[in-house]
Structures are given as structure tokens and as C-alpha cells.
């Protein structure tokens, strides 16, 4: 299940819980048959593995179909192109003995498939974190899950559905180094260790998450580390990976009383790190 997202899906699927339509191929009839009922575009993505933009694809024509199953020897899995008001993550840390703690929804900002930003709390409603944290708290109790698991959910005109769920540390959870009373790290170490879990509340009230993106340039981001710290407030993580277009290389957090601020200086710090207008 950590790895496999279509028995991941068919899993939650068949313990009744809300996700999008989707259907595994590996045909362009199949294909066919799904779209003469949710029409085009539709929305791709391998069965195994792929993250950070990889794995996932718009389908607009049966072409596409067709070059894209050349190239997936396990088939597809496709779903509608949804009307996504919000994308929503939910970390869920279960101890070996039983012990929970969950941390505050946060808001995610994709582009290009990849997560850039994460805000914290998410900018929704009351009822729909509230939500969003019981669907996340039932699938971590439904599945044992053991240490960090992280729900990614789409906020639709229709209600809450599951994404996907990693059962590790996740990117959506970086914020929780400086943002939170215990980060996720220390959390999953303690919970697979059966030790007293930590705080999970924010630290303050907004927290900012902005992920470093390689450029086509291919510069280094350290080569810009004195401009990132330069910006007040700005907490840089380099990974230490070789630069290339694309390529998460590191993050920057930001932590403050007001969501805009603490968003504007992490963007900021990124700008910087990457070298180039965002």
C-alpha cells in the first residue's frame, strides 16, 4: 500500500471511502469507455511509484492514450479532471501502542504536479479541516498504519475525496520542523520506538512552506544561500542533491502571526535560491 497507489485506491475504495471515479487500464478501449462517461481531459498516473511531477499526465486526445500505454507496462490509472476547490493534507502519527496525535490540515499548492507550497492551517472552513482530519485519523486506524502517514485530499464542489496517502514522513509535512511543537521526523521516530508522542500544535499562528525547484539553468542553489538568509524570518533546508530542472532541491519555511506575510518572505527566500523570477 505505501508504494502501489492502485491498491492503495481499491483498498479505501472498498473500506467506503470518498474518492474520485477512476478505473485501471491498459487499452485505449478502456480508456474510451471511461471518457464517454467523464469526457475529456482526463487525468493519468502510473500505478506504482512516481511523485514530484513524475508519473502523473493530462490526457486531452486517444493519441496520448496510446504513446502513454506504450511506455506503462502496468497500465494507468485514470480519473475525471476534477473541479478542485483546495488540495488538503492531513498528518496522522500512530505509535506502536495505540497512541495518535494529528497534525493541523494544511493547504498544499501544486503546479505542475508538484507540490510548491504548503500553508498552515489550511485556508477552509472549520468543519471541512475538521473533516478532512477524521477521514485521515479513520484510514490510519483502518489500514494499522504505524508512524507518520499523510492524507492528501481534493477539496471539490462535491465534498472532501482522497488522493493519494503516503505512509512515511512526508513534503507536505516539512512544515512541522520549525512550525510545530514536535516535527514529523521526531514523531515517527517516536512512534515506531512506542515512546510518549509530542506536541503536534503549531507554533504559530500561520506557517508558510515553500519548496526549491531546480531551474533550467541547473544553478546550485547553496550559491544563493547568504540572499535567502538575508530574508528575514527564513528557515532554508538545502538537501544537498545535484541541481537539475525540476528537481526538488530543498525548502524554506516561515513562521508569523499573519498567512500572507509568512507566504510572501518564504516566496521570497525561494526567489532567491533559485535564482530567477518565480
Known sequence: MAQDKLYARRRLESLGYPLPPFLHVTDREEVTGFQDTHGYPLTAKAPRGGYDGRGVWRLDDPEEVDRLLEQAPDGLIVEPTLSILAELSVLVVRSTNGERVIYPAVETVQRGAMCREILAPAGVSPEIAARAAAIAVDVAEDINATGVMALELFLTPDGLLINELALRPHNSGHFTIEGCATSQFEQHLRAILGLPLGLPSLIAPAVATVNVVGGKSGTDPARHLPDALAVPGA??????????????LGHVTVCGQDPEPVLAAARLAVEALEGDVR
Open 235 to 248: 528557515h532554508v533546508h538545502l538537501y544537498g542533491k545535484q541541481a537539475r530542472p525540476g528537481r526538488k
